[in-house]
T-cell receptor
Framework: GGIITQTPKFLIGQEGQKLTLKCQQN?????MYWYRQDSGKGLRLIYY???????QKGDLSEGYDASREKKSSFSLTVTSAQKNEMAVFLC?????????????FGPGTRLTVL | QQKVQQSPESLIVPEGGMASLNCTSS?????YFWWYRQHSGKSPKMLM?????GEKEEGRFTVHLNKASLHTSLHIRDSQPSDSALYLC???????????FGKGTVLLVSP
């Protein structure tokens, strides 16, 4: 078994601010993901990484940067927070050859921009 | 254009009833379908996966897949209030490393 931890759990920012979210996993998984979920709806892929120092853009990468400096960690940066933005950011990981393996999710970071 | 379409958007079933959820992909390159369940305030957890044509049953949950039409359905019999959640369908293709999720179906099981 393993676990994914995300920090912080809640993040409150100001419009225009750069904000960083962190994710750690101890599954020893190669592939990690960042998703955004709005209002309890579906997940949209922001970035993913199939190995350390690899970055692949998802459908929603504009306005975000990501960093995978270690196999176990994956960070996401909101480059300029948008006013009244509210969303949950979910980190996930899976084994190598990820298309046929289950993704495991972290508990999420809830972002509010004032 | 949403590549994974789910229907209905929301569904209310009585306790003990049958819930049927649908999902179709418009991407002909997909090979794998997944159903995730997300309780309110929690993260999604994989419920069932199906990769071959036909049916797969696990307890009260049955999933069907028709690869020709890229349609999958999830059926929950003897629904319980604890089944109330957001059900997310996802699809992936061999050689891909990513899932495409639908917008989900909100299931409410009324006691």
């Amino acid at each position: 078994g393993g676990i994914i931890t995300q920090t912080p759990k809640f993040l409150i920012g100001q419009e225009g601010q750069k904000l960083t979210l962190k994710c750690q996993q101890n599954f020893n998984h190669d592939t990690m993901y960042w998703y955004r979920q709005d209002s309890g709806k579906g997940l949209r892929l922001i970035y993913y990484s199939i190995t350390e120092n690899d970055l692949q853009k998802g459908d929603l990468s504009e306005g975000y940067d990501a960093s995978r400096e270690k196999k176990s960690s994956f960070s996401l940066t909101v480059t300029s927070a948008q006013k009244n933005e509210m969303a949950v950011f979910l980190c996930a990981s899976t084994r190598t050859g990820g298309s046929s393996y289950e993704q495991y999710f972290g508990p999420g970071t809830r972002l509010t921009v004032l | 254009q949403q590549k994974v379409q789910q229907s209905p958007e929301s569904l209310i079933v009585p306790e003990g009833g049958m819930a049927s959820l649908n999902c179709t992909s418009s991407d002909r390159n997909v090979d794998y379908f997944w159903w995730y369940r997300q309780h309110s305030g929690k993260s999604p957890k994989m419920l069932m996966s199906i990769f071959s044509n036909g049916e797969k049953e696990e307890g009260r949950f049955t999933v069907h897949l028709n690869k020709a039409s890229l349609h999958t359905s999830l059926h929950i019999r003897d629904s319980q209030p604890s089944d109330s959640a957001l059900y997310l369908c996802a699809a992936s293709g061999s050689g891909y490393n990513k899932l495409t999720f639908g917008k989900g179906t909100v299931l409410l099981v009324s006691p």
